[in-house]
């Protein structure tokens, strides 16, 4: 049978699988700003270069009593010859006018009005373009008429005026951006790989974690489950303490009324052994029902005596195989049927335990002798375990009818003529009360087997 799993292992399955989608989900978000913070740093890094020269070169044209117009001839061959890498430069007035081109192939080309925008307000504008089309804005690059493309560092610089901060143009600069673009990638995979290891650590810690707690959930689980269990059990034993106290006052009342009876009867069956009447078979069944009843009631008196006292003493195997077969030799006898108790096993156990074992066999072995016939076997086994003792009665009669076995062991339930159906019921509560167990092993045509289990003490 396929089982189900718990729970707890679903829920923290659950849990594990959305802890690790968020923390997921927040590594990634981490990782796309981080990402975005570095490469605008790395392309601004050019422009504050460029702007650091451009500004340079105007302040020394300022400087120049003779030069009082914006010079672009000056700015031109300074940004060329200082920046590496350096594919176009383009001149703009303060109004946003075209005033030069360098190389001559480049393609004059106007600003754009968000750019224009950005410049008036003193800010720079960097743009990279990993497929730029140089032949659209390079002359030269114009061959064969297919489409090239190269990655390109696009800067766009305002230049202002010493002391008044006022515009008095711009520049923009196309920059060779291989080297850019290599470092961006070489920036990209180191954050894609500490995101990996983040995430693979960050989710192992997780799966640890709920890991140890379902453990610890489980555990604790188990130990209420085992404190529950010894509740039901500590409740149910306290049930059948008081069941069996209240039985065992009955019994006490029983055996005092039955003992003086029984006593006149055994005397009186004596005293007539010799009268000739006394060997008719009535007579002599009459005479073995006293003395087996006088039995019971000494056997009853006795095991109530150790249970008051609580006097105890150790039995070993044949001990208790010796004392069922004794007990039940007499009847398989008169009934014609052969009684074999086997008990040699290692160890012992105590007397308590030892008189209900006796009298649950010997109400089993009873109740199997009358449902054999003559000339056939009832056999008895006793074996032992490390924590169980096992009784097993196997008879050969005609085994229990359906209609019975639903009710085996409840009041009133036989299949014997005559019979109550008292003496299953009560052995099975007699078993309960030493936490033992008592149940139809088997039954056919062929025969009927009882096992009674009953658990050992730990030494």
Known sequence: ???????????????????????????????????????????????????????????????DPSNHAFVSEMLLPSVLKVVQGMRGVSIYDADGNLLQVSPTTLVPTELAPDDYARLLAGDRVSRFMPEFRVDRYFMDERGDGRPRVEP?????????????????????????????????????AGVNRRTTQTLSIGSGLIIIVLAGAYLIIQRAQRIIAERNERLTRANFELTLAAKTSALGVITSHLIHGLQGPVAGLRAMVAD?????????????????????????????????????????????????????????????????????VTGNFAGTIDSHRGSLVCLLATNLVQNAIEATDPGRHVDVNLTRGAAMLTLVVQDEGRGIPDAIRAHLFEPGRTGRVGGTGLGLAISQLLARQIGATLELLATSSSGTAFRLQVPLPKD
């Not at 800067?155 to 060779?176: I, M, R, S, W």
Request: aromatic content about 4%; charged content about 20%; proline content about 3%.
């Open 152 to 188: 390109m560092l696009e800067v766009l610089l305002p230049l202002q005026a010493a002391g008044t901060g006022h515009a008095v143009g711009f520049v923009k600069c196309l920059v060779d951006a291989q080297r850019l673009q290599r470092e961006l990638a070489s920036i990209d």
């Open 272 to 340: 007539r052994a010799n009268d000739p009447a006394a060997q008719e078979p009535e007579w002599q069944s009459a005479a073995n029902y006293a003395e087996r009843m006088q039995s019971m009631i000494h056997e009853t008196v006795a095991l109530l005596g150790e249970t008051s006292t609580a006097t105890s003493y150790e039995l070993s195997g044949s001990e208790l195989a010796a004392t069922i077969r004794d007990r039940n030799q007499a009847a398989a006898t008169a009934k014609g049927v052969a009684l074999s």
């Open 1 to 63: 049978m396929k089982h189900l799993p718990s729970r707890p292992a679903v829920a923290t399955f659950i849990t594990g699988v959305l802890v690790i989608a968020i923390f997921a989900a927040t590594t990634f978000l981490i990782r796309t700003e981080l990402r975005r913070d570095v490469r605008d740093a790395i392309i601004d890094r050019d422009a504050s270069v460029l702007y650091l020269i451009a500004e340079a070169q105007l302040r020394e044209a300022e400087a």
